[in-house]
């Protein structure tokens, strides 16, 4: 059976989404490029930064439309806690955005470094596990480390988004190694998030088994952000077909694919 979004859906916290790439919203050049680039991608959800949206969705505050073109675009939104520095930070923010895009759903995210803007890998699990005890839908942002990824699945998150590289960096998987162990060894839903930067690198990740990625500034900064949301669109579909058909095994040698000149192709093949 052919793969497709609607016979293979994400599915997180036990609702399902017809698309495994989730969109940024910052940095594009206009509201009209974003929202030509999440028409084309059909991510499943949009990010937002309530640090950096002042609006209300009774029309509060000034915000240049951005709320009343998120409501037009009819994508679920994904606020985030982006900017947070301490655990107390995060548990406000995330409460205030609960209450002003009227959805259970967070992206944690608690900086511990402002030059790679590394998680706080010491405070996560402390902040995702009340958020998880306050009700929330919880996407930890976080390192690649196994041990830590696996203590926020022990505090009740349902799914994982390590990063590739720092924020913001373009330069895809720099610890592939890392990144397939932690694959290999937790069975939740894990979402690459932040430092890809081209379609392959999606397409990497997604042959890896990993289950969606989330893009802003590979989009949004790109010559032609709407065509690169498609682009990337079509890279996580692709790599995810590839992982569900089952890469065959490298070689050490070279095998032959051709039937000898003269030997019967059933022949050949029967003999491999």
């Known amino acids: 059976m052919t793969t497709t979004p609607s016979n293979d859906p994400l599915v997180l916290y036990g609702q399902a ?12 050049p206009s509201p009209d490029v974003l929202e030509a680039a999440v028409r084309r991608a059909k991510p499943a959800m949009l990010t937002a930064s309530l640090r950096r949206q002042t609006a209300t969705p009774n029309g509060a505050g000034s915000d240049n439309g951005f709320w009343e073109l998120l409501r ?3 994508v679920p939104v994904l606020p985030n806690t982006a900017g947070c520095h301490s655990v107390q930070e995060v548990i406000a923010t995330a409460q205030m955005a609960r209450e002003l895009f009227d959805t259970p759903w967070i992206k944690l995210e608690l900086i511990g470094d402002d030059y790679t803007l590394q998680p706080d890998t010491l405070n996560l699990v402390d902040a995702a596990s009340q958020l998880i005890r306050d009700g929330f839908h919880v996407l930890p942002y976080c390192t690649e480390d196994l041990v830590l990824c696996r203590r926020l699945v022990d505090v ?21 190694y890392a990144l397939q162990v932690l694959r290999e060894r937790l069975s939740v839903p894990l979402l690459v998030d932040a430092g890809l930067g081209l379609p392959s690198h999606a397409c990497q990740v997604m042959e890896w088994g990993y289950d ?17 949301a498609g682009a990337f669109a079509d890279a996580v579909q692709a790599g995810r077909s590839a992982h569900l058909a089952g890469a065959m095994a490298a070689q050490e040698s070279a095998q032959p694919s051709t039937p000898v000149l003269g030997t019967p192709f059933w022949h050949h093949a029967a003999s491999q």
């Open 156 to 176: 009740g998150c349902q799914a994982v988004m390590p990063w590739a590289a720092p924020i913001g960096t373009g330069r895809g998987p720099v610890n592939p």
């Open 212 to 228: 969606g990625v989330l893009l802003n500034t590979a989009v949004a900064l790109a010559q032609d952000p709407v065509a690169m």
């Open 72 to 74: 037009r675009l009819n």
């Open 17 to 28: 989404f017809q698309s495994r790439m989730l969109l940024g919203t910052s940095r594009y």
